[in-house]
């Protein structure tokens, strides 16, 4: 087995981000900083990327994987049309941040779960807050991701945490950065046509959330 790229994102040029999110696009499967926890994930539209990812963490194939995306334009055209203005709300409230939306989609062409699942028909999007990461994203990648442990196991918010080796040696690319997680993870929560349900309270709090969507209602 080969070793994977070790790359600081904080040193990159935009060449060698561009590089990168070629290989990612291409299929590489990724570890990686985010404003939460390090993370591991891929190109969401490469499903044998997918089931890479599912082998790596040992995760069950009927937990989706959340999305990363690097705004809320190319999102909007796959949401429910009833619940979009919800979202765009709660983007413009809350992202780049720890907020995931999850949301009923068509049309995106992500897959969230490995074969024989088809692609996704509800997903969890999410724009971090790591400056390195939203370069890479920002070069088109949307990327089907979850946090660096194994599944059942504590998540791990730094690359030399015991039981990480294991795991970065199934990835082909290890990025890191000075801009380290803040070790909690995202808010999420599940919007419906006029209704929405807290599904995880995390730093963005059921009370920031409400009022965010109050004011759209206003």
């Known amino acids: 087995m080969s070793l994977p790229e070790i790359v600081l994102l904080d040193t990159c040029s ?10 990612i696009v291409a299929g590489a499967v990724t570890v990686f900083p985010t404003d939460t926890v390090y993370g591991i994930g891929c190109n969401a539209a490469c499903a044998a990327s997918v089931a890479r990812v599912f082998s ?9 994987l959340p999305v990363f995306v690097s705004d809320i334009v190319p999102v909007l055209p796959w949401v429910d049309p009833a619940v979009r203005g ?29 074969p024989p699942y ?6 969890g999007f999410r724009v971090p807050r790591h400056a390195g990461l939203l ?17 059942g ?11 990480a080796a294991s795991l970065l040696e199934r990835a082909d690319l290890v990025l890191d950065s000075r801009q380290h997680p ?13 209704s929405w349900t807290m599904l995880r309270e995390g730093s963005i709090s059921f ?6 969507l109050v004011e759209e209602a206003l």
């Open 86 to 114: 919800m979202t765009r709300r709660l983007a413009i409230a809350f992202w780049p941040g720890a907020l995931t939306i999850v949301v009923n989609v068509a049309g995106s062409g992500i897959h969230t779960q490995p």
């Open 182 to 194: 803040e070790g909690r993870p995202s808010t999420v929560v599940g919007l419906a046509p006029g």
């Open 14 to 23: 935009e060449a060698d981000v561009q590089r990168l999110s070629e290989r």
């Open 118 to 123: 088809p692609e996704a028909s509800s997903i």
């Open 153 to 163: 196991k504590m998540v791990m918010e730094r690359l030399d945490a015991p039981g």
């Open 207 to 212: 009370a920031d959330v409400t009022a965010a």
């Open 135 to 151: 370069r890479l994203l920002s070069h088109g990648l949307v990327m089907a991701q979850t946090s660096l442990n194994e599944s």
């Open 56 to 64: 790596a963490k040992h995760r069950d194939s009927h937990k989706p």
